[in-house]
């Protein structure tokens, strides 16, 4: 009878996890694949896929968008959460560049949304990094000179950005 008992409860135990193990892969699924643009972002926005939260069963993320803009000789890119709340945005020029990129030319790449971001030499806080298909980097306007020049400088820092970029693979 004890033998019988512990077939159940191996049983059901390894049922419970089969199906804890579907319904995250399920909803994983899901909130990757159906994730809208938020309104406050432009409708070609790129959505950068972070890890899975469990915990609040919803992908982590971030939406970037990036456009030439033809006011003034910079890119404009807006980076927002998941939700639409946005994180930074502003004027963006190629590192080590004082002319912006076209718009065919500005073809975000995936990254690591959690080491995308430096300490800017102008400001003194954190600063996104976004990179290109064709291996440019995109920074703030008032950060592309200076960074240029302390990555000239210390050129390890700017091999960890990368590494730390790069998407992990799951």
């Not at 959505?47 to 982590?60: E, S």
């Not at 976004?130 to 302390?150: F, H, M, N, Q, S």
């Not at 990368?162 to 693979?169: F, L, Q, S």
């Amino acid at each position: 009878m004890q033998t019988r008992t512990r077939r159940i409860t191996w049983g059901f135990t390894l049922f419970t996890v089969i199906l804890a193990c579907g319904f995250a892969y399920l909803s994983h699924y899901l909130a990757v694949d159906h994730t809208g643009v938020p309104v406050n972002m432009p409708s070609d926005s790129t959505f950068i896929p972070g890890k899975f939260d469990y915990l609040k069963l919803h992908t982590r993320g971030e939406w970037v968008s990036c456009h030439s803009d033809v006011k003034s000789p910079t890119d404009w890119c807006r980076i927002a959460n998941q939700s639409g709340d946005v994180i930074f945005e502003g004027k963006f020029l190629p590192v080590g560049m004082d002319k912006p990129l076209v718009d065919s030319q500005i073809h975000i790449t995936s990254y690591n949304i959690d080491h995308h971001m430096v300490t800017g030499p102008t400001e003194s806080f954190e600063v996104p990094v976004i990179p290109l298909e064709d291996g440019e980097l995109l920074v703030p306007a008032t950060d592309a000179r200076p960074l240029a020049l302390r990555w000239k400088q210390h050129p390890n820092e700017l091999v960890s950005l990368n590494e730390g970029m790069a998407v992990p693979i799951n």
